[in-house]
């Protein structure tokens, strides 16, 4: 059995061997009195230095942070060090100056371990033809892909020096996160000219192009850090570098800069060529220009809050544009693009619980008991276990009692508060079945973004669109896409209005109270965690023209109890006072909403809602906002007040 298992390898390696010098004789005999078409080799993909996306902001200038605006740096090969060149032709293509374009010694001894190995782990492309796949074609792993690739490239090393080759392959690099060109990549990771890169600095950015997320220095520096060694280690063995090089380089700590901005740059990538319909590579290649409403500003002033937070704690600031949608600042304190469901806590109670209410009938001062309860197996608790007895719905919300959400979600029914839900633009499980979703308990969580924009759409009166990190595509002046939100009503303008009424107080009063000398913003905390600490923490605000989310949290071990939903109100309170987000202006008052008496009197010894009788004392009127679609009552329904006429007029 040993024995022909032998003998089927040795055929393998001999079938392979065979085709390695049939492509061999090929090329060396045949390939070169075929005569290409000019359409095979584009020079001016290699010769265009500025070959970028160019990322605006919301005013029309250039992104100054982000990597792939029309200040990309194009690199000159007698710029570099010797020992910058040499690192990547150690790694990528150590016969670069002896092959014509195709390393043929490479190409059968990846063959032989990829049978070995029985798979394709190992590649044999060139130095010139990373540069033709990265220019010409796809990344398709196809033989055709392969053997054109090999053509064009031999067909380059007869038209251009192995210099000339050099030069444009070091300006198409790619290094992850939207960074493309050695001099970019220098200027972005390492704050300085790709001119005074050192051995160590070089040998690392020549093992992130093996894979750019693999090897990343914000996400995988330890993966980064084996290859670093590996292209040192090569560089001494070829004699680019001696043992003192080689030792003083390993010794070198690397320290990556951390200024870039990646969360909104990779964010609006990815929202780029999902609304194009196209690769990141084909943003590249096409030159365009994306057009986004990223506020400089606002995100300065979001950065310097950040620093603020504790080094222990991950933090998120998101801002959204009311009226457009766009996404005009979206900031963390990680070195890597990060958009995870969690758990949204009490950020969702509004639109689950709240807004079920109102849409059936309820107001803002109906009664729930705030007293602890149980729900067949389910016995939810209020923080640090405070009830309050009867409370109006609207005091429930801002002091965010987790019964009374329950029990609003329990009297309407777990189906129809989910369908509300998803008017807000909220996904759910088969699974979120149960009464414990009125209080964030989801299987798959939401994200920073959804939550944001639930909460935009109260600021917009119940009307729900997308959100965008970009508003078009242009290739030159010529739009290529221009987004188009979805867009319906989620809730009815009274629902939406009664509930940022009852968040600004919550604001002023409730658990978001440390916002209450901003002036004219509604806001609702949130914090998710237990005994051993907390793992999300929210506060999100709105005024009539922003939303603000800010997260805190851990991916992993949870932050102390002391940092809360709450805390985040000083975050906000930063960026509103740094960015200049007017907190001045007055939300629209819908006509489908007015101000009502009520009988105070059967409202604190009944707990029942009625309006206010023409003869009741005005000592016992109370004066509240409602909708006019769900008007209470008069108790005594026999009296006729002319007074009555009038009511919907005023």
């Not at 005013?59 to 060090?81: K, Q």
Request: with cysteine; charged share 20%.
């Amino acid at each position: 059995m040993k024995k022909a298992v032998k003998v089927s390898i040795i055929c393998v390696c001999v079938f392979f061997a065979v085709i390695a010098i049939l492509i061999g004789v090929f090329f060396l005999l045949i390939e070169p009195n075929i005569t290409l078409s000019k359409s095979d080799l584009d020079l001016g993909k290699l010769t265009s230095y500025s070959r970028t996306v160019t990322l605006l902001d919301r005013y029309g200038n250039p992104i100054d942070d982000a990597v792939y605006d029309n200040n990309s740096i194009y690199v000159r090969l007698d710029e570099l060090p010797d020992y910058t060149i040499n690192s990547f032709i150690a790694i990528e293509d150590k016969r670069f100056y002896s092959h014509h374009g195709v390393d043929y010694k490479r190409v059968v001894s990846a063959l032989l371990s990829n049978i070995k190995q029985r798979g394709f782990n190992q590649g044999a492309s060139t130095i010139t033809q990373q540069l033709i796949k990265n220019t010409h074609l796809s990344n398709d792993k196809t033989i055709e892909r392969k053997i054109k690739e090999m053509r064009l490239a031999r067909k380059l090393e007869r038209i251009y020096s192995k210099e000339q080759i050099l030069e444009s392959y070091f300006n198409i690099l790619y290094f992850g996160s939207g960074i493309r060109g050695l001099g970019t990549a220098s200027r972005v990771m390492f704050e300085k000219p790709a001119s005074q890169l050192t051995i160590a600095q070089s040998a690392a950015l020549a093992s992130i192009i093996n894979n750019p997320s693999k090897y990343s220095p914000y996400s995988n520096i330890d993966n980064l850090n084996k290859r670093k060694e590996l292209v040192l280690k090569q560089m001494l063995d070829q004699g680019y570098i001696t043992d003192f090089d080689y030792k003083s380089a390993l010794s070198e700590d690397l320290q990556f800069s951390k200024n870039k901005q990646i969360q909104f740059v990779s964010a609006a990538f990815i929202n780029a060529c999902d609304l194009a319909k196209c690769s990141e590579k084909a943003l590249f290649i096409n030159n365009y220009t994306v057009q986004t409403a990223y506020d400089p500003k606002i995100v300065t002033a979001a950065r310097t809050a950040l620093k603020d937070v504790k080094e222990d704690c991950q933090a998120r600031i998101l801002i959204l544009d009311n009226a457009s949608g766009g996404i005009v600042c979206d900031e963390t304190n990680l070195t890597k693009f990060i958009n995870p469901k969690r758990s949204p806590a009490s950020t969702i109670k509004p639109f689950l619980s709240y807004a079920t209410a109102l849409e059936n009938g309820l107001n803002p001062l109906t009664q729930i008991d705030d007293s602890p309860a149980t729900f067949g197996n389910y016995a939810p608790q209020n923080y640090k276990n405070v009830y309050r007895g009867y409370m109006s719905v609207k005091d429930c919300l801002i002091n965010s009692s987790n019964i009374a959400a329950v029990k609003l979600m329990r009297q309407f029914g777990v189906e129809t508060c989910k369908h509300v839900g998803k008017a807000f633009g909220f996904y759910f499980e088969q699974s979120d079945n149960s009464l414990a979703l009125a209080l964030g308990g989801m299987t798959q969580g939401t994200t920073l973004v959804e939550i944001a924009n639930a909460y935009r759409t109260l600021a917009n009166g119940g009307i729900y669109s997308d959100v965008n990190y970009i508003q078009s595509v242009l290739d030159g002046n010529n739009v290529v896409y221009s987004v188009r939100n979805n867009q319906w009503r989620a809730v009815g303008d009274d629902t939406a209005y009664l509930l940022t009424d009852m968040l600004k107080e919550c604001a002023c009063s409730g658990t978001a109270k440390r916002l209450k000398n901003l002036g004219i913003i509604a806001a609702k905390t949130g914090t998710n965690g237990d005994e051993n600490g907390n793992y999300d923490c929210y506060t999100v605000a709105y005024t009539p023209d922003y939303t603000i989310a800010v997260w805190l949290g851990s991916q992993n071990d949870p932050i102390p109890n002391n940092i809360t939903g709450a805390t985040c109100c000083n975050i906000i309170n930063s960026v509103c006072k740094n960015g200049q987000i007017p907190t001045n202006k007055e939300f629209a008052v819908p006509r489908s909403v007015a101000y009502y008496e009520i009988d105070g009197k059967e409202l604190n010894e009944s707990h029942e809602v009625y309006l206010a009788d023409p003869l009741l004392p005005r000592r016992y009127r109370y004066k509240t906002l409602l909708s006019k679609r769900y008007l209470p009552i008069r108790k005594n329904i026999d009296l006729i007040d002319y007074y009555d006429r009038f009511m919907w007029e005023e």
